[in-house]
């Protein structure tokens, strides 16, 4: 690997990197934001509502892990089609053809892998129920997800269509969709909420909506788009290509597996923070909902590294694609060291944010999401790490080793540390979080470790 951290080449990746990251960073903010925005319209409901809602969304997103997973891998499949392509001089029929059949195969892909999960979906209050739930947040919570389910191949195919930007390095427009989107979804989910009296259900077709939006807008974009229009990423749609789509598997589903286990470790937790009633299911929604928010920044900032160490490892240049490795995690710790800062010293006004004073049980929420919001500040590096890393990794198409990390640190360590603690230790709901972090910091460790040895090793 050539060049030292002051070296200009060092210098030129950090600024490539973050054009190319911020366009991402605000498309991630902006989806997240959706989700705060119902978050805090459902606090303004009631508690129970925002305890549903909670429980709706953490079971949503882990079953949105395998279509998402399947999703994330198009991009170091269309980084390294384009990378081969600039190795032949870059404007061949061949690269062209691969960038389609890519993103082409890994809608497929999604699609067949969403499937058992709107089964399960559609069952929300049996699943809950069986999983020792309250009934009545079961019941909320089935209204949510039976409505949000069917954005769910949306939301999959807008994240394939935007790792074809991304490998374009051309990300900006799919921010500016994301941020329409959320202005737009303000007042939808806010009308459909309270006026129309669709509650609970109300959010979760709002979010629907927001998701088929930001898809049909994006292949409108690129459909106008002189550049892009020669890729006719739809063409032939119906055929599906096999070699590829094994290709999106094999990439693809240890990505599944890795986020099914992260995301499944946190919708755990909002199980078990269940097993405490409704007000530590709302703490923890205000908690988990923040240290989302600050997580979407260095994982915009990772796949950006998917798309710059893809990039390099295609165009066969070892020392541009290691740099862009440990650029990218330099800039994603940084911020969230910044980010520990302010959770630990603002978690109180956080908190306050996602309530309605008038709620006789505001004050005990605020409370103890004040208290987990401070613990969430104490992973904040930990979590930044992981994830940049991960993305780094993916570029270089290893996938199955961080799936391993995640299953040890989530499932082996954390979460059983968390619920010793919560229960045997008496820390109760902060305990679980506790747990969280410990299973953070043990994968950021294991994927650090993991990066340094394959950057030596396959890059030289």
Not at 36 to 56: D, Q, V, Y
Not at 220 to 237: E, P, Q
Not at 282 to 303: K, L
Not at 400 to 428: C, N, S
Request: glycine share 12%; aromatic share 8%; charged share 10%.
């Amino acid at each position: 690997m050539t060049g030292t951290p002051a070296s200009p080449d060092w210098r030129t990746e950090a600024r490539a990197t973050l054009v190319l990251s911020l366009p991402i960073v605000f498309t991630n903010l902006s989806q997240m934001a959706l989700a705060l925005t119902e978050t805090a319209l459902l606090g303004h409901l009631g508690t129970e509502a925002l305890a549903g809602g909670m429980l709706a969304v953490s079971l949503y997103f882990a079953l949105l892990a395998p279509g998402l997973g399947l999703a994330f891998a198009a991009a170091p499949l269309q980084a390294q089609v384009r990378g081969a392509g600039r190795l032949v001089g870059g404007a061949g029929r061949g690269w062209v053809r691969g960038m389609r059949r890519a993103t082409r195969s890994a809608l497929w892909a999604v699609g067949l892998a969403l499937l058992p999960s709107w089964l399960l979906l559609w069952q929300t209050e049996a699943v809950l129920r069986a999983l020792g739930q309250d009934p009545v947040l079961a019941a909320l919570a089935q209204e949510y997800a039976r409505a949000a389910m069917f954005g769910m191949p949306g939301f999959c195919a807008f994240v394939v269509l935007r790792g074809f930007l991304a490998a374009m390095e051309r990300p900006a427009g799919a921010m500016w969709i994301s941020l329409a989107a959320v202005v737009l979804n303000l007042p939808i989910a806010w009308a459909l909420i309270f006026p129309a009296g669709l509650g609970v259900a109300g959010a979760g077709l709002a979010l629907s909506l927001a998701n088929w939006g930001m898809v049909i807008a994006t292949l409108v974009l690129i459909r106008r788009d002189r550049v892009f229009r020669r890729f006719h990423l739809l063409g032939r749609a119906w055929r599906p290509q096999p070699a590829r789509m094994r290709e999106v598997f094999v990439v693809g589903l240890p990505i599944a597996a890795a986020m099914l286990l992260e995301i499944g470790v946190f919708s755990a937790a909002a199980l078990a923070m269940g097993w405490f009633g409704a007000t530590a299911v709302a703490a923890h929604a205000i908690a988990i909902q923040t240290a989302s928010a600050t997580f979407m920044v260095p994982m915009g900032i990772g796949q950006a590294a998917t798309a710059r160490v893809g990039l390099a490892a295609g165009a066969r240049d070892a020392a541009a694609a290691a740099r862009a490795g440990w650029v990218a995690i330099g800039l994603g710790a940084t911020f969230m060291a910044a980010m520990a800062v302010m959770l630990v010293t603002m978690s109180p006004v956080i908190a306050w944010v996602f309530l309605n004073p008038a709620d006789a049980t505001a004050a005990e929420v605020a409370a103890l999401g004040a208290t987990l919001l401070m613990v969430a500040g104490f992973f904040q590096l930990g979590d930044g790490i992981q994830v940049v890393t991960a993305g780094a990794l993916r570029g270089l198409k290893d996938t199955r080793v961080p799936m391993l990390f995640a299953a040890l640190g989530y499932w082996g360590i954390g979460l059983p540390f968390g619920l010793f603690v919560a229960h045997v230790g008496g820390l109760g709901p902060m305990g679980v979080w506790v747990g969280l972090g410990v299973g953070l910091a043990i994968v950021a460790v294991l994927m650090l470790r993991r990066w340094r040895a394959v950057s030596r090793r396959e890059l030289g």
